[in-house]
């Protein structure tokens, strides 16, 4: 499974982004897909995920209603992305998308990850 991340940037506090993560391969390993992001010096937390089959989702706390995680899926491909609102800049940080061949809520590793997307947010 090959993950390509896009669409982070600069941008100021209180504006929006929304990150796009293109998945291709082995479509067949995907159930659960993620976003984590991590800060230089920090764990790599998860920020939200959703399964394949029926759409469940789960987000961070701190995600507090300003994120919606979604994603399309065809035959040969899936891409998941991040639509992230009401920016901090507290949500300065390395976004990564990640794949998991179980739901999210029993997944205990996820297996493929991408390069990853940088998203500053300005105060």
């Known amino acids: 499974v090959q993950l390509e991340e896009s669409g982070g940037g600069l941008v100021q506090a209180g504006e929006s982004l929304r990150l796009s993560c293109a998945a291709s391969g082995s479509i067949f390993r995907i159930n659960a897909m993620a976003w984590h992001r991590q800060v230089p010096g920090k764990e790599r937390e998860l920020v939200a995920a959703?399964?394949?089959?029926?759409?469940?989702?789960?987000?961070a706390d701190f995600t507090k209603g300003r994120f919606t995680i979604s994603r399309d899926n065809d035959r040969n491909t899936a891409t998941l992305y991040l639509q992230m609102n009401g920016l901090r800049p507290e949500d300065t940080a390395m976004y990564y998308c990640?794949?998991?061949?179980?739901?999210?809520?029993?997944?205990?590793?996820?297996?493929?990850w991408g390069q990853g997307t940088q998203v500053t947010v300005s105060s």
């Open positions: 990640a794949t998991c061949q179980a739901g999210w809520a029993t997944c205990s590793t996820y297996d493929y």
């Open positions: 959703i399964s394949r089959v029926g759409g469940g989702t789960w987000y």
